[in-house]
């Protein structure tokens, strides 16, 4: 068995991640994450769809299993995620903001090195599959609602795409 932590060097959709991690026999990895999407990245993702006066930010918890069925460096996971997010849009004046609640399953591929000094070197490819959404929109009108509720949608409420390149230290 060996214990260790991955920090995110690059990471989609959630920039900033770190992850306990345990591999167990060679076989069987199992982990618990926590990443986030700060608004200062969310705003350049709203201006490429086109969304104008809005700012989003975003963070997940998850807990992932990976098999490696050669014993080796590759893998096959699957991770559960909670993610919420926050959007506010203002229109005419008003102010809304949104609330999104998101449960994601994410399967991946990917590899993981971890060399005997307890470096290690983690890469991973997969989507997020949206299971379930609960959203809540608060303040303005009707247009400021529609608008905040949108950049929601666009960042929380559709399959995305994950890659994370991770650095660790293992025990």
Request: cysteine-free; glycine content about 8%.
């Amino acid at each position: 068995m060996r214990a260790g932590v991955f920090f995110s060097l690059v990471s989609l959709p959630r920039p900033l991640s770190v992850e306990l991690f345990v591999k167990l026999y060679d076989l069987v990895g199992v982990g618990v994450g926590y990443s986030a999407l700060p608004s200062v990245v969310s705003d350049i993702i709203l201006a490429v769809a086109n969304v104008k006066d809005a700012t989003a930010q975003s963070a997940a918890v998850d807990g992932e299993v990976r098999v490696f069925p050669f014993r080796g460096t590759f893998f096959v996971g699957s991770s559960l995620e909670r993610q919420t997010l926050t959007a506010s849009a203002t229109r005419s004046g008003q102010t809304v903001n949104v609330d999104m609640t998101t449960i994601y399953a994410a399967p991946r591929l990917g590899w993981l090195a971890i060399w005997d000094s307890g470096f290690s070197l983690s890469i991973d490819a997969g989507v997020q599959l949206p299971l379930s959404t609960d959203a809540t929109a608060s303040g303005g009108n009707a247009d400021a609602t529609s608008a905040a509720q949108s950049a929601a949608k666009s960042l929380g409420n559709q399959p995305l795409p994950s890659v994370n390149l991770r650095v660790g230290f293992f025990l």
